[in-house]
């Protein structure tokens, strides 16, 4: 099941807050603007890819991607 923009800004904004950062030091901590982080919390779909992978791995957060088997290949 794929992630939504808003299902990634609750995971966000929920570590973020249950590790006592702030948005300012999760900005600083990951390399980003403080505006950067506050759209990302609210879910805009628009964040770059590479921006929020970087905010995902200074929190810990994991991001698993799978390809499709090699089944739905031969289209099976």
């Known amino acids: 099941m794929p992630y939504t923009p808003e299902q990634i800004a609750h995971i966000v904004k929920k570590?973020?807050?249950?590790?006592?950062?702030?948005?300012?030091?999760?900005?600083?901590?990951?390399?980003?603007?403080?505006?950067?982080?506050?759209?990302?919390?609210?879910?805009?779909?628009t964040c770059q890819i590479g921006k929020v992978l970087v905010v995902l791995h200074t929190l810990g957060i994991k991001l698993e991607i799978m390809p499709p088997t090699q089944e739905k290949y031969d289209g099976s």
């Open 15 to 45: 570590t973020r807050k249950q590790l006592g950062v702030t948005q300012k030091d999760l900005a600083l901590t990951s390399g980003t603007g403080l505006r950067f982080i506050i759209d990302l919390e609210k879910g805009k779909p």
